[in-house]
């Protein structure tokens, strides 16, 4: 298994509510990224993105990573892994600072940012990125990197995002008794954003939203920056369980019909339409309309896109969005799903596949793979940045460490635009 070159390898774990995915990226001599495997197994020990058991979810990881490594030949030992859940906060802030010496110094830029970051964040809560959107020196903005510019005022926004101390040093706890090292822990509508959104989207406003098992991510940018990000504990597992309710059948029969019938706007399904709902033990089969399942769905699937529109309006952030909205994750494969969002948010939507990466690019079409690939595709960017931090449970960021990849970050930057 060692024929590959590890530097050249990089592996997004994807721990879903509902599967856990291991995919396997390689950068070709042309600086492509080639997707070379992928081990996908359900998902144990999770609920609405948290892990609530260690055990189940090592399982799961332990399985999805060999999976990976039989198909990709390579044997993993680290992975870039993503983090969602009802306890991630984000907020933007700014600081501002004299600059010292009339040109920007990196001194200058690492008090600004401490000036960003002074918000007050609760002792339960950990910084999990700080995303510089802009610098303003003076009356100057949209700066990516002020160093070496005159000035006399150095200001910065920034996105900020916290999530709970203990989730996640779970997600790192599992990923260490799983035989892994964690090169770091990325947001997951962050992660997703690599691989599903454009350029041009990002520049003109966009909105992403990830609807997966057990959460919905959203994450809005404009003018090439981030701008917003959440996760809302609600999901596709709600439809089926309302499907399950409804119908008077498992679980899991509900989740077969959802995914071979379902459909979120019940106008768009034929009144005579008949579905069949077989029988479980010696229950006979049963005919029902397929209208009658779509009104069961279309209740639950508004009621996620309404608590995203309330999030984007609280904020004001719906004006940016000229760019449209992508729907992506396993729940946008639902027919239906982008017809009820382009209602719903009266922008045009459209939906997000992973792009980006050759190789098996067949096997993660698919939007539930959103997240994984992005792994991948952030993990190679950020490596270039040298941002691995490797994680350990108990052993925090330091700001040190954070801060050396706002630097790295602003010189590729740099990098870019020349
Ligand atoms: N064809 C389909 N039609 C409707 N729903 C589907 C279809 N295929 C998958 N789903 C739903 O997608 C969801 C899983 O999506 P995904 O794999 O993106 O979630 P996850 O990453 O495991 O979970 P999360 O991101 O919420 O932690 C499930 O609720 C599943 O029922
Ligand atoms: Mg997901």
Redesign the pocket.
Known sequence: MNEVNQRDIVVGL?I????VCAIVGKKTPEGQIKIIGIGQTP?KG?RK?VVINIDEAVLSIKRAVAYAERMSGVKIDSVWTGI?GGHIRSYNSSGVVAIKNMEVSESDIRRVIDAAKAVAIPPDKEIIHIIPQEFIVDDQSGIKDPRGMNGTRLEVKVHIVTGSVTNVQNIIKCCNRSGLKVKNIVL?PIASSHSILLPEEKDLGVGLI?I????T?VAVFASNAIKHTSVLAI???H??NDIAIGLRTPFKEA?EI??KH?CALSELVPEDEIIDIPGIGDRKSRQIPKKLLSEIIEPRMEEIYSLVREDLEKRNLTPLLAGGIVIT???A??SGALELAERHFELPVRLGKPQGIIGLKDAVDN??YA?GVGLVIYGFTKEEEEEDLNLEVGKGRDDDSLFSVILKKMKSWVKEMF
Not at 16 to 19: A, L, P, V
Request: charged share 25%.
């Open positions: 994807d879903g509510t509902t599967k998902s999770l993105g969602a997951q990830d997966g098992g057990g959460t991510d999901g596709g597992d439809v089926t989740e959802k995914k379902g994750g396993g729940s494969l639902m939007p539930m997240t």
